[in-house]
């Protein structure tokens, strides 16, 4: 397993009709990683106002539905703490933790209608301390 994929181009084509992920105005294409990691940090160009949120699937299928990836770092909490970013129109780096998945979507909170962005995300694994 790699410290860190290459950077993955990710055209999101907000008029694509194949690839959805249930709607292709909230949800990015296909992710592919390229193998499983715990991390993934994405570069964002400016985006129709909307929070973020990764979602992840076990395989390649473009059919399969997408679940929400929670992080759970707070053991003392009551709650899911799902990874969505703050809602604002600006350019941004986020990274996400990820727990071993490979293949991974962007949801958007509003959806991105006015043109095709691009975006950048590269998998990320920590040293190892074996």
């Given at each position: 397993m790699g410290m860190s994929s290459q950077w993955v181009k990710v055209s999101w084509d907000i008029d694509r009709t194949t690839d959805t992920g249930g709607d292709a105005d909230q949800y990015s294409p296909l992710i592919d990683l390229g193998e499983p990691y715990e991390q993934v940090t994405i570069i964002f160009p400016t985006m129709t106002s909307a929070g973020f949120t990764i979602?992840?699937?076990?395989?390649?299928?473009?059919?399969?539905?997408?679940?929400?990836?929670?992080?759970?770092?707070?053991?003392?909490?009551?709650?899911?703490?799902?990874?969505t970013s703050k809602a604002e129109t600006t350019a941004k780096i986020l990274t996400y933790y990820l727990g071993g998945l490979r293949y991974i979507r962007v949801k958007a909170s509003a959806n991105q209608t006015t043109t095709d962005k691009t975006l950048y995300?590269?998998?990320?694994?920590?040293l190892s301390t074996v």
């Amino acid at each position: 397993m790699g410290m860190s994929s290459q950077w993955v181009k990710v055209s999101w084509d907000i008029d694509r009709t194949t690839d959805t992920g249930g709607d292709a105005d909230q949800y990015s294409p296909l992710i592919d990683l390229g193998e499983p990691y715990e991390q993934v940090t994405i570069i964002f160009p400016t985006m129709t106002s909307a929070g973020f949120t990764i979602y992840g699937q076990m395989d390649a299928s473009t059919s399969t539905t997408p679940t929400p990836v929670y992080f759970w770092g707070d053991s003392d909490a009551d709650t899911d703490v799902a990874q969505t970013s703050k809602a604002e129109t600006t350019a941004k780096i986020l990274t996400y933790y990820l727990g071993g998945l490979r293949y991974i979507r962007v949801k958007a909170s509003a959806n991105q209608t006015t043109t095709d962005k691009t975006l950048y995300a590269k998998g990320i694994n920590r040293l190892s301390t074996v």
